[in-house]
């Protein structure tokens, strides 16, 4: 309980982000597809996407609402945005890349919540052009959150490392990133793999990554980052940008919230875990769900 990522997301709606939403929109690096997709359900599962973890940890459940109209909306706005396809999943739930952050920021579960997936066959521009179509929702009073990773490399973890200290390449992307997005760098951040050092191994698979750009793209050609949180954990980095207010561990782009319009887009940086591919299936996430103090699963 005493991680400060934790304490941010648990201090959300009270002291960061005091305005209810009347919907989220999640797109989770968890939720990787050919084509864009977007749930279309009455009331939200609890996926627990993760492996090797105690009981009590499968027994967390956050069943917030469905947005069905908010996933038409989506829908519509992307297919008008140019995607010839997005399709709808009458099924599934809320993955850990939502539900995690979720059940700290609005522990009521009483905001209907859609997901939107990522394809990590594209590129950073498509999902940044993705997030462009997506920027009316601002003013139709939807939260929208991205929520991946700033530095996401399993097989590089040190587990030595204990007092919150980051290793030299993961600190050099992550400085890159921040230097960029709050330079306003929107068509570098786009570019990634030839931009950025130690690009390849800050990320070798990209899905963690492309929440942020879906999040750059509704915020909007004009906005601005500002940090407004940061914590390490391994070599994970949680980063937080908000539009007109950034984040360390945690990427937020945030204008004030007028009337009825949230006007807001997060990307969330804050959790240890890995992409859907079958060879990397286990998903270290109790550092943000504790307090059990439950040891990390072996590899």
Known sequence: DTLEARQFFKSWSGKVFQHKPKSILVISAHWDTEFPSVNTVLHNSTIHDFNGFPDPMYKLKYEAPGAIALAKRVRELLMGGGIKR???????????????????????????????????????????????????????????????????????????????????WALEFDHWLRDSLLQGRYGDVNEWEEKAPNAKMAHPWPEHFYPLHV?????????????????????????????????????????????????????????????????????????????????????
């Open 215 to 299: 999040a750059m793209g509704a915020a909007g050609d004009d906005a601005k980052a500002e940090q407004i949180h940061t914590s390490w954990e391994l070599t994970i980095n949680y980063t937080d940008i908000q539009k007109d207010i950034i984040t360390n561990l945690v990427f937020f782009f945030l204008k004030q919230a007028t009337g009825e319009a949230v006007d807001e887009v997060i990307f969330l940086s804050r959790h240890t875990a890995v992409s859907n591919r079958h060879a990397l299936t286990v998903h270290p996430i109790g550092d943000l769900l504790g307090p059990w103090g439950f040891p990390w699963p072996s590899y």
């Open 86 to 168: 997005v399709d709808e999943d009458t099924e599934r739930g809320l993955d850990h890349g939502a539900w995690v952050p979720l059940m700290l920021m609005y522990p009521d579960a009483d905001i209907p919540v859609c997901q939107l997936s990522v394809q990590s066959s594209q590129t950073g521009t498509y999902h940044y052009s993705m997030g462009k179509a997506l920027a009316p929702l601002k003013e139709e009073g939807v939260l929208i959150i991205g929520s991946g990773s700033a530095t996401h490399n399993l097989r590089k973890l040190d587990f030595s490392i204990t007092n919150g200290s980051a290793v030299p």
